[in-house]
């Protein structure tokens, strides 16, 4: 196709109108710095009219990194004996989300491995408790996972929101991201049954994942398009060290700008972060991602002592900060922008 006709498809995306598997494939293949650029102009121009030029924060805590999965991609994966494991007490937990609050923030994001010494029980005192002290929070769950009971009783006890990337929506990609304890199949089950139990639910991708495709990532749209996700969470994909994939090449910046774009324009209110790992692998990378449409940043609230050891991917930034030091340097990067990080729960608007 030529840029014509891709930016055709562009439009006619931004109107609402479906697109075929095929003209995924098509604009996705096509991306060139033209077609970027006016994806880019329109998903600004969407997010602009629903979100204004408000950023919302969410208080990222990572408060454990054992985990029981194996994901070739991930630093924390069992195997890897080079991972300093630690794991946060409830009490830690609480005193990151007071300190968060503090400093404005009205979401809360706890993210862990998958990690049993979280029962059910325990997580649900945790949330139980951060709902009755900071009532005007909403609190978001990444820990993977779990039954359709222990989703239920986590959503009972007050998490509003839980994030689950599905990671690929090709089951045989899926398949050679993940060793075979793992099933796509569960891992759709398991948003679907999020979906069900009433939460917010986000799903995602990390972007350059070794043997994805144009093909793939049109099944990832296609994806996203029929579970209708309140967020989506996409990262350019990072080689560690520690991992079956340290060899394999980092995704690519502009193909993460340029499917923030398409996202927006897929699904105009989406809560769309400019995600850490994008601000990792180029230091403007946070800004570049609101520039093409996304509308979320989510600071780190975890205490310094243990930052270093939630590593996912190398090079990680942001690992020696303090919160306020996160918080304001976020501030400080939208305003350069023209952008303004806001303090309230950042639910999704209606479009
Ligand atoms: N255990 C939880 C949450 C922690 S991982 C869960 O499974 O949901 C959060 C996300 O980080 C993963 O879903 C994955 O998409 C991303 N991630 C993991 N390793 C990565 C890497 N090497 N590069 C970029 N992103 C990575």
Redesign the pocket.
């Known amino acids: 196709m030529n840029e014509t006709q891709l930016t055709k498809l562009i439009d006619e995306l931004e109107a609402g109108h479906t697109l075929t598997e095929t003209q995924w494939i098509r604009l996705i293949e096509g991306q060139t710095e033209d077609v970027q650029a006016y994806a880019a102009s329109k998903a600004v121009a969407v997010r602009e009219r629903i979100y204004g030029r408000a950023v919302y924060t969410r208080g990222l805590i990572e408060f454990s990194n054992y ?1 029981r ?1 194996d ?1 070739y ?4 994966r069992l195997s890897n004996r080079g991972a300093e494991r630690y794991r946060l007490s409830e009490d830690e937990i609480l005193d990151c989300a007071a300190s968060g609050y503090e400093l404005g923030f009205r979401t809360f994001v706890l ?4 990690d049993m010494y979280f029962t059910d029980d325990r997580m649900e005192h945790i949330i139980r408790r951060i709902k009755e002290d900071f009532n005007d929070c909403a609190v978001t769950l ?4 779990r039954s359709r009971e222990s989703y239920l009783r986590f959503r009972e006890a007050g998490a509003d929101r839980y ?3 599905h ?1 690929t929506a090709d089951e045989s990609h899926y398949g050679t991201l993940h060793p075979k304890e793992m099933s796509y199949e569960h891992r759709m089950y398991c948003l679907k049954t999020l979906k069900e139990t009433g939460y917010q639910v986000g799903c ?3 972007v350059g994942s070794p043997g994805q495709s144009a093909a793939t990532l049109a099944k990832d749209m296609k994806f996203i398009e029929e579970l209708q996700p309140d967020m989506v ?1 996409i ?6 060290h520690g ?1 079956p ?1 340290s060899g394999e090449p980092q ?1 690519s910046v502009s193909q993460t700008l340029y499917l923030l774009s398409l996202l927006r324009l897929l699904k105009p209110n989406l809560l769309l972060p400019a995600t850490t ?1 994008l601000g990792t692998i180029d230091p403007r990378g946070r800004e570049k991602g609101i520039l093409s449409g996304a509308n979320v940043v989510m600071p780190n609230l975890s205490p310094t002592t243990v930052r270093k050891k939630y590593e ?2 190398d090079n990680k930034i942001c690992t020696g900060d303090e919160a306020a030091e996160c918080r304001g340097c976020l501030e400080m990067r939208m305003k350069s922008i023209g952008y303004f990080t806001v303090t309230d729960r950042g639910d999704p608007k209606k479009e």
């Open positions: 985990c999965n994901c991609y991930c630093g924390i993210q862990s491995g998958e990444s820990i993977g996972e994030l689950l990337r990671e995602g991708f990390m969470g990262g350019p994909f990072i080689p560690h991992t994939f995704g790992a996912l991917y």
